[in-house]
């Protein structure tokens, strides 16, 4: 994994992607894969058998990882913010050192109260049994066991995917402390937490935004950085010509868009919670049949 001038050498690979090629997040990572020696895979969804689309990242990442010591992936809507740290080299090293084959973020606190005792859109794999072992179990099958045994008070939202399956399977295996978890500001944040700079955190991570396209964009103009949230002599160190691709005029519609569909589903919310309640009450009360 580390050459004798104590670089990284290719046995080590970001691997980023999702159901589909959709955002620009890959100049991201691959100009930071260059500046530290990493290998890079931009990879698509395709394979046999996925119904569920978070278990295209799972196939992708136990197809990639017989190549490599460690794979890193970066989901799609994943963003590095701060160039200056070898991050994924410190945690790597220190997860060898400790005998662990994985590394996850704590999932922050979301505005909306949302959180999760971990959050896979930014994962470091270890080629080893246990990883291949816990890859094996990303299926539907395994998913509807997981619903079953999912305590929201213990282990946070349930979202229905491969996040979910890989905390189940660790703790049924017994394997949390072979898991190194760090918190969200080193692998795996979000936008309110920056509050001074792009080096606030490591990471952005722009999971549920309703435009992710809007997300970044918005989030880059609050910064006053490109699109593709890299500085500019990094752009033109890699000679990256096409940049910024969302016009101004374009981000003002999306921008009313989004801002206006927000507002009223905020608004709407209310009754929909209502209406929700009230089936839940007729459901438990045998059907609420007409006349009584």
């Given at each position: ?8 050498n ?23 894969a ?25 196939s992708i ?6 190549r ?39 999932g ?8 999760s ?8 794999i270890?080629?080893c ?6 890859l ?15 305590d ?30 760090v918190?969200?500001?080193t692998?795996?944040?979000r ?9 606030d ?9 309703p ?19 890299v ?14 691709p ?47």
């Amino acid at each position: 994994m580390r050459s004798a001038d104590g670089t990284f050498n290719s046995s080590t690979c970001i691997v980023s992607g999702a159901d589909e090629i959709r955002l620009r997040s890959y100049i991201n990572h691959s100009i930071y894969a260059r500046i530290y020696g990493l290998d890079y895979r931009l990879e698509c969804g395709i394979a046999e058998g996925v119904v569920n689309k978070f278990f295209y990242k799972t196939s992708i990442i136990a197809r990639v990882l017989p190549r490599y010591d460690w794979i890193v992936w970066m989901d799609d809507d994943t963003f590095i913010t701060d160039f200056s740290r070898d991050t994924f080299r410190e945690l790597i090293d220190q997860a060898e050192s400790r005998g662990q084959f994985l590394v996850l973020a704590e999932g922050p606190v979301e505005p909306n109260g949302f959180w999760s005792v971990v959050n896979t859109g930014v994962m470091l794999i270890k080629n080893c049994n246990e990883s291949f072992e816990m890859l094996g179990a990303m299926d539907d099958a395994h998913l509807a066991d997981v619903e079953d045994w999912w305590d929201e008070e213990c282990h946070g939202v349930f979202t229905g995917g491969d996040q979910d399956v890989v905390v189940w399977w660790l703790e049924t295996n017994g394997l949390m402390d072979r898991v190194q978890i760090v918190g969200h500001a080193t692998l795996n944040s979000r936008g309110h937490y920056y509050t001074e700079s792009l080096s606030d955190a490591f990471i952005m991570h722009f999971c549920g935004y309703p435009d992710k396209e809007w997300g970044v964009v918005r989030f880059a103009k609050r910064f006053g950085v490109g699109q593709e949230l890299v500085p500019d002599e990094l752009l033109d160190r890699f000679s990256v010509r096409v940049r910024s691709p969302m016009s101004d005029r374009e981000f003002a519609r999306r921008d009313l868009v989004t801002r206006t569909t927000s507002r009223v589903k905020k608004e709407l919310r209310p009754y929909y919670h209502r209406l929700r309640d009230l089936r839940a009450s007729r459901q438990a009360n045998g059907g609420g049949a007409a006349g009584h």
